[in-house]
């Protein structure tokens, strides 16, 4: 018999969200003040509002490559990602709840990132290596959120069906209300306590939810 599979959204419930928000929002306006010769708020605010005017309906958004060409900055997307791989950080608990879960359950990363951003955070501590998929809503299904169907074609990837899956993430309606919408047992993690922890399925922290899944 197969064991159960688990999914895990990867910013904000397995990886802190602050390199992310390094990337675009301190070492992009850093590379145009340098080029263009002006201080780094100022850059800051140019950058925000061309990000603005593509939007975040837009895929083009959510990729490095496209803002490195677009600005003209002589720097690859991967030397970018690499350089600073050493702002990732795991929430401390983990390690812990995946070494737990890996023994009883099939683990799988469902993330909105691209595989790129995606590549960098699980090489931190060989993360890598609980994994037996790693599915990105942007690099393999050019959707930039995931909805229903993004769990849909993940389900059918893996060739299970929607309610043998279990699925935990920080974003209410992202990680629990879509995945729900098909079947999906999913989980809130709710890291900051504003919605009602009597709630079977939300959970303050990974080690929670582990010991209600096994």
């Known amino acids: 018999m197969s064991k159960p599979t688990v999914s895990f959204d990867l910013d904000g419930t397995l990886v ?8 675009w929002f301190r070492e992009i306006p850093s590379l145009y003040a340098e080029k263009f010769g002006i201080s780094f708020d100022e850059a800051r605010q140019k950058i925000r509002k061309e990000y603005e005017k593509v939007g975040e309906n837009d ?3 959510y990729s490095l490559d496209y803002w490195l060409k ?5 720097v690859t997307e991967k030397e970018i990602l690499e350089k600073y ?9 983990v390690i812990p709840a995946l070494e737990l879960l890996r023994k009883t359950h099939t683990l799988v990363v469902a993330s909105a990132m691209s595989h790129s951003f995606i590549k960098v955070k699980l090489k931190k501590y060989h993360l890598s290596s609980y994994f037996k998929g790693i599915f990105s809503s942007l690099s393999d299904f050019g959707m930039i959120k995931k909805r229903k169907q993004f769990y849909q074609k993940m389900c059918q990837e893996m060739q299970i069906s929607p309610p043998d899956l279990i699925h935990i993430g920080d974003n209410y309606e992202a990680d629990y209300l879509a995945p729900r919408e098909i079947g999906i047992k999913a989980f809130f993690l709710d890291r900051v306590n ?4 009597t709630d079977f399925y939300t959970v303050h922290n990974l080690e929670e939810f582990a010991r209600k899944i096994i």
Do not use: T
């Open 59 to 61: 895929i083009r958004w």
């Open 16 to 23: 802190r969200p602050e390199y992310n928000e390094f990337i």
């Open 70 to 74: 677009y600005f003209g900055f002589k």
């Open 194 to 197: 504003y919605r009602d922890s």
């Open 85 to 93: 791989a050493d702002k990732v950080e795991l929430y401390p608990e």
